[in-house]
RNA sequence: GCCAAUGUAGCUCAGUCGGUAGAGCAAUUCACUCGUAAUGAAUAGGUCAUCAGUUCGAUUCUGAUCAUUGGCUCCA
């Protein structure tokens, strides 16, 4: 049997599952079929609503498509032919109209199946090792919102069973360190209707987590040279106006309130208060560069389609700064905020980092030479910290070239923290100046940057990566004594008191349960440390020691347990 | 916003082909005082998402609304 690529693999189960429905549904219209990363889709439009309990069916009728080892054989015809052969079928003669004119059209046909198709294809359908119907979900055709809504049929295929069963296998890991399972299960945050769609609650242990990030966040901004701003939640709509928020992005914009005869909004963005702290006086080129940062909450009033746990809300807090420079500094400035952001997407665990460089689009504002400047700051950034960029040409936002990082958690997903923006909008709209060591006023470059997107959505990549063991510094709960009886309980927490004196935070589990009941609690709340005090510790005034990460290291005075709990507090990711 | 599915106790879920609901865990109380992944018993806890309609009677059927989930779209 040939080796063949796995997307061929999968383009060939999408065509396999096109022949499975047109023979359950003989109405059905077809789309098209592509692999996709994980797997592949089909497109169709019929009468028949598909649940679930269809995927089976199509799934069997699938699996003696492949028993029967079915040829592709792929033909050429002539324009006419092929708007024959798909007569009917209304979208794929739009995709028939797209071929360019003088390119081939072709067919691929699998016994009783014909699908127009670029291919390549497998040889014979027996060579699909593995297939797996998954999900299935609407999707507009061509992917714009004006077109009829076709039904997705979602799978996946691999060239053997084994590695089928090993990618199950990860979404089943995916699916158990969910962060609205375990936000729900370790009493993180939550959500409430009564509040509203997309609003997060934080509740206590994750609030804490939260502070911690914070806290840590703030201090490397300070030692790093930034400088903190608190800017308020609402503006007048002169802001928005001038910013051009309320032309181009009003739909999602919170409406307005009315005080006073004036119109508030609430800030989907931090950047114009920001330049109205620049603009409060005169700047001079000797003040630059300023970098602020602020920890900003804004609002966006995301489709309620779009919402997803704490990925994808309406209120959120991005840890946003806003640098202004100079055209002399700009690349230095770039190099430094590349640099920063590195150094703390990689302080919270994630050492897999990938920049991704967006270019100028085709609408666009700001001077060609500026964009010049700005790209070439951004590549040469990369180049410094020893990295290799994927390029998206003209996948820049209209108002500058941008680097995003995106991070693998620890089962190989990949998500977008860091964005570093250059921003040709904003400062022409304030008409943002310093004056330069000509005297004269001058244009700085502005550039947005978060590091960690939003605190919430980082919250959650984190709870995923670490499926809720947390490492120690980030725990809520660090260590959890338990007496083995109640006459232990005064020592328990002498021993406790002595540990939040060295700063740790301890709790003490005082239940009259037995001991194996009280260390699977501690368990499942994936506490770091579990403490156990009983007679023969009382006696020899040491602490027996179970560690999340070591397991059973026995008995231990307490000053030793401190000593290495400080030493593991020092390295971040674990 | 669109397509589809789902919504029963704090959590995870049963159940009622129309006669107002049940388990496990969690909680509370009592007993037990225990040595490394669940001690026992009792108690409490629900307008069956909300609002309408049909019906003698609706958690169950119908409709609308809200929320969540999987996608699409969006993420200036």
Redesign the pocket.
């Known amino acids: 049997m040939a080796n063949f690529d796995l997307s061929t693999i999968r383009h060939s189960a999408a065509h396999v599952m096109a022949a499975a429905v047109k023979q359950l549904y003989p109405d059905a219209k077809f789309d098209i079929g592509p692999a996709t990363e994980n797997g592949f889709y089909y497109d169709f439009d019929m009468e028949h609503?598909l649940?679930?309990e269809d995927l089976k069916e199509i799934e069997k009728r699938m699996k003696k498509l492949i028993a029967q080892k079915i040829p592709f054989e792929r033909f050429e015809t002539s324009r006419d032919e092929a708007e024959k052969l798909l007569q009917g079928q209304n979208y794929k003669l739009e995709r028939l109209a797209d071929i360019e004119e003088g390119a081939p059209i072709s067919f691929y046909r699998t016994g009783e199946y014909l699908d127009l198709c670029r291919g390549p294809h497998v040889d014979t359908t027996g060579d699909i090792g593995a297939v797996k119907l998954l999900?299935?979900?609407?999707?507009?055709f061509r992917?714009?919102?004006k077109n009829p809504?076709l039904?997705?049929v979602?799978g996946t295929a691999f060239a053997t069973r084994e590695e089928l069963d090993s990618y199950l296998k990860m979404m089943e890991e995916a699916a158990k360190r969910d962060h609205?399972?375990l936000g729900?299960?370790l009493d993180l945050f939550g959500?409430s209707?009564n509040v509203?769609?997309?609003l997060v609650l934080w509740h206590p242990k994750g609030a804490l987590i939260r502070h911690l990030i914070e806290s840590y966040w703030k201090e490397e901004h300070y030692k790093n040279g930034y400088q903190l701003l608190y800017t308020p939640h609402i503006g007048q709509s002169l802001l928005w106006e001038t910013?051009?928020?309320l032309?181009?992005?009003r739909e999602?914009m919170y409406s307005s309130m009315e005080i006073d005869e004036r119109n508030y909004y609430v800030k989907p963005?931090n950047?114009p208060f920001h330049i109205e702290v620049y603009r409060s006086k005169l700047r001079s080129y000797r003040e630059l560069p300023l970098r602020w940062a602020e920890l900003g909450t804004v609002y966006r009033y995301?489709?309620?389609?779009?919402?997803?746990?704490l990925m994808?809300v309406r209120g959120f807090t991005q840890d946003d700064s806003h640098i202004i420079c100079t055209p002399e500094s700009i690349e230095d400035e770039i190099a430094e905020v590349l640099r920063f952001s590195l150094a703390i997407n990689r302080s919270f665990g994630f050492t897999d980092i990938k920049p991704y460089l967006s270019t100028r689009p085709a609408k666009a504002v700001g001077e060609p030479e500026r964009w010049e400047k700005a790209i070439d700051s951004l590549r040469k950034a990369v180049v410094k910290c020893g990295l290799e960029c994927e390029v998206d040409e003209g996948g820049g936002?209209?108002?500058g070239p941008k680097i995003d990082l995106k991070i693998k958690d620890a089962i190989g997903r990949e998500w977008q923290t860091t964005t570093i923006q250059f921003?040709f909008?904003?400062p022409e709209r304030f008409d943002m100046t310093y004056v330069g060591k000509d005297g004269q006023r001058h244009r700085p470059y502005m550039v947005h940057r978060a590091l960690l997107g939003s605190l919430e959505r980082f919250f959650g990549i984190l709870v995923e990566h670490y499926a809720g063991a947390f490492p120690l510094w980030l725990a809520p709960e660090q260590a959890r004594i338990l007496p083995?009886?109640?006459?232990q309980l005064g020592k328990a927490m002498e021993y406790r008191d002595a540990m939040r004196r060295a700063g740790f935070r301890v709790e003490v589990d005082a239940?009259?349960?037995?001991?194996?009941?009280k260390?699977?609690?501690a368990?499942?709340e994936r506490l770091p440390y579990?403490l156990?005090v009983?007679?023969?510790?009382?006696a020899s005034g040491g602490i027996?020691v179970?560690s999340r990460r070591e397991g059973?290291l026995g008995?231990m005075p307490l000053d030793s347990l401190l000593k290495k709990m400080s030493e593991e507090l020092a390295n971040k990711t674990i």
């Open positions: 609503h649940v679930a999900s299935v979900a609407g999707s507009y992917g714009d919102e809504m039904q997705r979602y609205r399972k729900t299960e959500f209707d509203g769609p997309g910013s051009g928020h032309d181009f992005y999602s963005m950047c995301e489709k309620s389609g779009a919402l997803h746990g994808r936002a209209f108002y921003d909008n904003l083995v009886s109640e006459a239940e009259s349960a037995g001991l194996g009941a260390i699977r609690a368990r499942n579990i156990v009983g007679e023969r510790e009382a027996a179970r059973e008995a």
